[in-house]
């Protein structure tokens, strides 16, 4: 038994075991309310070349590298994602190769101290691990496979393991001091040879089998530079060599002599090779073999070459995969020919891969696309998850958007992959090739055809049309003077309903969500400066756009016309009134905290950070940067009231949380500061801890956003995600991320939350543990704080590693909350206290039904009397009809038999008289248990059986008395309330009239109707003293 504390009269707490060991405790820095769920948006995010493998004789599986994990692709299934491999490796892998139905993959940290290896996997599971060597301190940068040897090059040694039993089979090491690169193939002629490529120049062939460096290779020059790139081509003993310079050579590797010499132009080194061996491509009509593709990291076009007759450039892909800038990756890590197949594969640093298809009628030398899976190619700069009823009911909180760096709009598909896709911003490509930017050296030109990076979004979906809104091609983003569609057009169809800001740019964009594409509008603010705030009303008809100087525009969404300005445009005339109103009522300028706002009046000084409209469109919100928060009327214009903190804050964003009404705005002081948007109040200030720790001194909130509930608000702090309970005001989660954490979004289900990291191109999405499990809601001090700061960050991984086993995860952490829940015994209904009015734990449809039940039986009622079955035509007689006149005998003789057994039983029961259960406890009632032995009879039957029984309750004796008194001791006992009045509503709808001519059945219901009104007083006080006290809360600064 527990025992008190001899000092606080507690009760000491028994640690918990499992199996006769203490249980564990939760990991330090580990979220307690979320829970790494899966990373979006990776396709092949790193420099690590794909593998391709062909699957029998009908498709191929491409592998991707997007940190550590491996993704495998379909091609027949039009690169449908087939496997994720687990569980994922240490470190980063640095290389990869598939050999059969295996992928082979090498990990690696960037110290000489980081951990090494090589696994095997099949299927998406790890399956065996290869030797490791002694003292490993380097990691492998590329494989070769050859026959039964898998040759891994690092950077100054190869290590080679049988492929068959995955035993190191020897370390190679040359004699010169130049490292190698990640450059090396088998050349298909020569058994158990490999050749590999030094930072110098040369090409080095080695046997693998014995070990010995055979013969170098020297490039024609030492201006040559390092070896690139290295690939067999299909005639035998030649190879073709790439170097640092930009040349390309064809070389005969047995006479040491070069074929055929080419140089790509602006000297970009190429880094990938691949061979046409289908035996086509080649010549005027494409019909001979000798077509060659080269790609560069530094550039995003694929050259294709004809190797006939000295060697040509044939064709340019332009713009395969985006061009490397300043602000995000580009080029292409590798392409490759798929074996006897006319299909190109080509993965980019710009987190693509696609396949290639040479089937253009008349015959062209450059592919079309065929497949392609992509992701955001720059870090992501907002998130926004769609509202509800965003694709139907079953499918509310399943779609992402995102905006990037790299100028596009993704919408991702929590549920298929292969749903997500770019939003649409018009034929990009085509117009670069009129303008000649696909070809042209400034590449900056062919970005500028994109809108800027989106840094707002808003959605509302109530007037979205589908795939079928305003049919038709309509020009893009263009003002509301452009090409107008019909409004009874528009208007049964849908309109646009997204609408975006973006990185310094003077307009805002429309998209259509349903049709995947840019839409036709761009708002242009009424000042002529960059917007920096949007909004749409919850109907879907009008978008809200602040500009940096303060200026807030409305434009109808289905229109595209201007309707309203913040505050309201004064005309000559108002203008005019105004000034004299200021001089006759002696009003003061905003600045000096006048009180009274006229038409014209309110503007805001400063940029508009944050715009909302409430439910019924007729409260618009806004917030300066400067620290003050405007109400304005929709309708008029007028501002209506002002919330000013410009001494003590400012502001940096703002989110509106359309069901509570309640606005959260983030402050310049590391504070978020909640708004009651009805009553004009700050009703709470939630800071990270009081006082600060100071691994947060400094840092400004980057994003927030409102739990679907309006319960939590999550906030990010640099790394940190911070959320706090808001009816609690306290801080009851925190963890932390890899890198800074840019933007985070909830699900309108709370299923998820979306977080998107500095540095990554993918989507982070954590599990929501308190729909499935119990979370505490204990509040964070300072010490825990501090801990979660200096501790490990957490991440969710591409597999969803580690989610599976949450829910068991969760079981063996020991919670303190939950240990004082353990320790309290369990309380019974009847156990509580006797001030709560509660409610029975009969299912509803018993009382209800009990209320209706001559509606039931009316319904049930057979519209006509059953009819005899048809008789069988006369011709065809049958066994019943042979026998039809003694069986009809002896039906006679039983019915006469049953009919008089039926009046023996009534006519005995008239006699002895009517003694059922329900009849018995009602007269045998004498004190209060008889009381509750009888009311849980009643409660045990059934609707129809209830209703029979109170019907035949006879006027003589004191029945009906007792039955009233027995219901107003239940409502006296504050007990099964929705019960004993279905049960009195059944008794007055019968026996109404005998209630009237009674005197003591009238005095017994009119001490009942006073019962009733006492405990609906006693409610009413209640019901009053709560909504005081929510009030109370709701103003209070916590």
């Known amino acids: 038994m527990q025992k008190d504390d001899a000092e606080g009269g507690r009760l000491v707490k028994r640690q918990k075991l499992v199996n006769g060991a203490a249980k564990g405790r939760s990991v330090p820095g580990a979220s307690r309310v979320f829970a790494p769920y899966r990373t979006v948006g990776l396709v092949s995010p790193t420099a690590v070349p794909f593998t391709s493998v062909p699957l029998g004789k ?20 039009g690169l449908n994602l087939v496997f994720i491999t687990r569980p994922q490796t240490p470190e980063t892998i640095t290389a990869s190769a598939a050999r059969k139905d295996k992928v082979f993959a090498a990990w690696g940290g960037d110290t000489v101290k980081s951990q090494r290896g090589v696994w095997v996997f099949k299927r998406g599971r790890r399956e065996a691990e290869l030797e490791s060597p002694p003292s490993w301190t380097e990691n492998v940068q590329s494989f070769c496979v050859l026959g039964s040897w898998m040759v891994g090059v690092c950077q100054s040694q190869m290590l080679v393991w049988n492929s068959e039993t995955y035993a190191l089979y020897t370390i190679l090491k040359g004699i010169s001091p130049v490292p190698f690169t990640a450059c090396i193939a088998n050349v298909p002629t020569l058994l158990n040879k490999v050749l590999v490529g030094r930072q110098d120049g040369s090409a080095e062939l080695w046997n693998v089998s014995s070990g010995k460096l055979i013969y170098t290779i020297l490039p024609p020059s030492t201006s040559f530079g390092a070896v690139t790139a290295i690939e067999p081509t299909p005639a035998l003993s030649l190879v073709a060599l790439a170097y640092e310079n930009g040349q390309l050579r064809i070389h005969d590797v047995r006479t040491d002599q070069t074929v055929i010499q080419l140089s790509t132009p602006a000297a970009l080194a190429v880094t990938s090779i691949s061979f046409r061996t289908d035996g086509m491509g080649a010549g005027d009509d494409g019909r001979i073999p000798g077509v060659m593709a080269t790609s560069s990291v530094h550039s995003g076009d694929v050259t294709l070459w004809d190797l006939n007759e000295g060697g040509k450039k044939a064709g340019v892909l332009r713009a395969a995969h985006a061009q490397p800038t300043t602000s995000s990756p580009g080029g292409v890590s590798r392409v490759e020919f798929l074996s006897g197949q006319a299909v190109l594969v080509s993965s980019g640093l710009d987190n693509s891969l696609k396949t290639w298809i040479f089937d253009e009628t008349p015959f062209s030398p450059v592919p079309r696309i065929l497949h392609s899976r992509s992701g955001h190619g720059a870090p992501i700069t907002k998130l926004h998850f769609l509202p509800f009823a965003s694709d139907g009911s079953d499918d509310t909180g399943k779609w992402l958007i995102s905006g990037s760096k790299d100028r596009s709009l993704w919408g991702w598909s929590l549920r298929r992959d292969g749903q997500s896709t ?190 909302a409209i409430d439910n019924l469109n007729k409260t618009v919100m806004s917030a300066g940067a400067d620290g003050k928060v405007k109400f304005w009327d929709f309708r008029s214009g007028l501002l209506i009231h002002e919330i000013n903190w410009t001494v003590s804050t400012g502001i940096t964003s703002m989110r509106f949380h359309r069901s509570s009404n309640l606005a959260a705005l983030a402050c310049s002081d590391g504070a978020v500061r909640v708004v009651d948007v009805t009553t004009f109040r700050l009703i709470r200030e939630l800071f990270p801890s009081r006082p600060a720790i100071p691994e947060l001194n400094g840092l400004t909130i980057n994003d927030m956003a409102f739990s679907f509930d309006g319960h939590w608000i999550a906030a990010s702090i640099g790394s940190l995600v911070l959320l706090w309970d808001l009816p609690a005001g306290h801080l009851i989660d925190a963890f932390k991320t890899r890198t800074e954490c840019t933007s985070l979004a909830f699900s309108p289900t709370g299923e998820f939350l979306a977080t998107a990291t500095a ?82 734990l009969v299912p509803r449809s ?193």
Request: with cysteine; glycine share 8%.
């Open 759 to 840: 540095g990554s191109v993918g989507v982070d999405v954590w599990s929501n543990r308190s729909l499935f499990m119990h979370v505490p809601a204990r509040r964070l001090g300072e010490k825990e704080l501090s801990q979660i700061v200096a501790g490990d960050t957490q991440a969710p991984t591409s597999s969803g590693e580690g989610g599976e086993s949450l829910v068991a995860a969760q079981a063996e952490i020991e919670d303190d909350d939950a240990d004082l829940v353990n320790g309290l015994p369990e309380i019974e209904l009847d156990e509580l206290s006797s001030n709560l009015l509660s409610l029975s």
């Open 58 to 77: 009908t498709t191929f599986q491409l592998t991707t590298s997007v940190g550590r994990s491996l993704q495998t692709y379909d091609l027949r299934k």
């Open 422 to 611: 770019e939003l649409s911003q018009g034929a990009v490509q085509s117009k670069a090739k009129k303008q000649g930017l696909l070809s042209g050296s400034n590449r900056d030109s062919l970005e500028a055809l994109k809108c800027p990076p989106v840094v707002a979004v808003a959605c509302s979906l109530n007037r979205d049309g589908g795939i079928g809104a305003v049919p038709g091609k309509h020009p893009i983003w263009q003002g509301a003077k452009g090409k107008q569609v019909s409004a009874e057009v528009s208007g049964t169809t849908g309109w646009e309903s997204v609408i975006t800001a973006h990185e310094n740019d003077k307009k805002a964009r429309t998209w259509f969500w349903g049709r995947k594409r840019a839409g036709r509008w761009a708002f242009q603010t009424g000042d002529g400066d960059n917007v920096t705030a949007v909004a749409m009303s919850p109907c879907g008809t009008f978008g809200l756009i602040g500009s940096e100087k303060g200026a807030i525009d409305v434009f109808n969404m289905q229109s595209g016309i201007h309707r309203q300005r913040f505050p309201a445009r004064l005309t000559p005339l108002q203008a005019k009134q105004l000034k004299l109103d200021v001089e006759k009522h002696g009003l003061v300028e905003e600045d000096d905290g006048k009180k009274k706002f006229l038409r014209g009046q309110g503007r805001h000084a400063s940029a508009v950070v944050g715009l």
């Open 846 to 1038: 018993r009382w209800q039904n009990l209320l209706h039940m001559d509606l039931i039986r009316q319904r049930n009622k057979p519209v006509e009397p059953p009819k005899k079955p048809e008789k069988a035509p006369f011709f065809l007689p049958s066994a019943q009809d042979r026998q039809s006149d003694s069986n009809a005998l002896l039906l006679q003789e039983a019915d006469a038999m049953t009919m008089e057994q039926e009046r023996s039983r009534i006519s005995r029961l008239h006699a002895q008289g009517i003694k059922s259960t329900f009849g018995e406890l009602l007269r045998n009632i004498h004190d209060e248990q008889d009381y509750a032995r009888f009311l849980a009879h009643l409660q045990s039957l059934s609707p129809a059986a209830a209703d029979i029984e109170i019907r035949t309750m006879t006027v003589e004796g004191r029945d009906m008395v007792t039955f009233v008194q027995s219901l107003t001791w239940l409502l006296q006992q504050k007990r099964d309330f929705e019960l004993g009045q279905a049960w009195m509503a059944v008794f007055l709808r019968v026996h109404g009239d005998i209630v009237l001519g009674s005197e003591a059945l009238r005095d017994a219901v009119a001490e009942w109707s006073r019962a009733l009104q006492a405990e609906r007083r006693r409610v009413q006080r209640l019901a009053d003293y709560c909504s005081g006290l929510v009030g109370y809360m709701r103003a209070a600064r916590v």
